[in-house]
């Protein structure tokens, strides 16, 4: 993945609360401790809401700032594509603008969501998270939040290849739920009875999310931010694999249970991404008709 190095940054999508002790201070605190990679993989998979993670209380978070690291060193340092080249947070940047220019000119009326970055903890509209929740999309806040350590577990623990496009898979899914939340198709998927399992609507919603990441990757060059070859489509989907549910329920616990699933497997993940690539159209992608 190369960046335009003529393209200009909006770092207004994307702030940076890694300085922050408990984030923003806007939700609920969940009880407990981190739930540890176990619980990072069964719990997470792209997409979870916080607040569902257990230990759910009523106390508000503290919120207070004390770090350095703000939105305007992000100004500072991202401003063109080729900042994106050379540092990694200014590439989340340029992810986002790219993946939120194609919404935005594809779904009407669409409302721009948030990026933030964090480390440790953070509090959202959802409820206080760790970083072992993962990357995810809180509908109350419109907003993604992503702690970067994610990718180097992603990559050294559960066999993803690693590279830019696994952080560009990420984010694009994740504002896949951000479309779903804006569409209607998150309630939608909250009407069927079956809510787990490889045909549940938990992982209809998640592969539909799949699949709309694939296409932005089909639409990502006419953004203007960016180009993709061949090998950063091998990362996506290596990514996709990664978090399959029946690859990370082998890991964890030695044995695979479908009827669990919430996410998809292996397969049906990368397949609802390569649908989303190969037809670049977010009308392909429903995965609530027929089986997936």
């Known amino acids: 993945m190369d960046f335009r190095d003529s393209a200009r940054l909006d770092t207004s999508q994307v702030s940076d609360g890694r300085g922050r002790r408990g984030g923003g201070g806007r939700g609920m605190a969940i009880g407990g401790g981190g739930l540890g990679v176990v619980g990072l993989f069964i719990a997470l998979l792209l997409g979870v809401n916080p607040a569902d ?25 991202c401003r063109t594509g080729a900042d994106a080249d050379r540092d990694e ?27 933030e970055l964090f480390s440790g903890s953070t509090t959202t509209a959802c409820g206080a998270a760790t970083s ?28 993803a290849s690693g590279g830019d496009f696994a952080q560009a898979y990420v984010i694009a899914h994740e504002y896949g739920h951000h479309v779903q939340n804006l569409t209607g198709q998150s309630e939608r998927s909250r009407q069927l009875p079956d809510q787990t399992g490889p045909q549940g609507a938990s992982t209809r ?29 091998d990362e996506g989907l290596s990514a996709a694999a990664a978090v399959g549910d029946d690859r990370i329920q082998e890991k964890a616990q030695g044995r695979v249970d479908p009827e669990s699933w919430t996410h998809g497997s292996a397969e ?11 037809s670049g159209n977010p009308n392909d992608c429903d995965t609530f008709s027929g089986s997936v």
């Open 53 to 77: 993670l257990g230990g759910g209380s009523d106390s508000l978070g503290s919120g207070s700032s004390t770090g350095s690291t703000s939105t305007s060193d992000l100004d500072e340092r």
């Open 89 to 115: 947070d200014c590439r989340v940047v340029g992810i986002v603008n790219s993946v939120q220019a194609y919404w935005a000119d594809t779904v009407e009326g669409y409302q721009p969501a948030e990026t």
């Open 132 to 159: 072992a929740v993962g990357p995810f999309y809180c509908p109350p806040d419109m907003g993604v939040y992503l702690d970067l350590s994610f990718f180097e577990v992603l990559r050294s623990q559960y066999g």
């Open 205 to 233: 919603l998640e592969l539909q999310a799949d699949c709309y990441a694939g296409v932005w990757t089909a639409n990502a060059v006419d953004t203007g931010y960016l180009t993709i070859d061949d090998a950063d489509i």
């Open 268 to 278: 049906q993940r990368q397949t609802w991404f390569r649908k989303g690539l190969a």
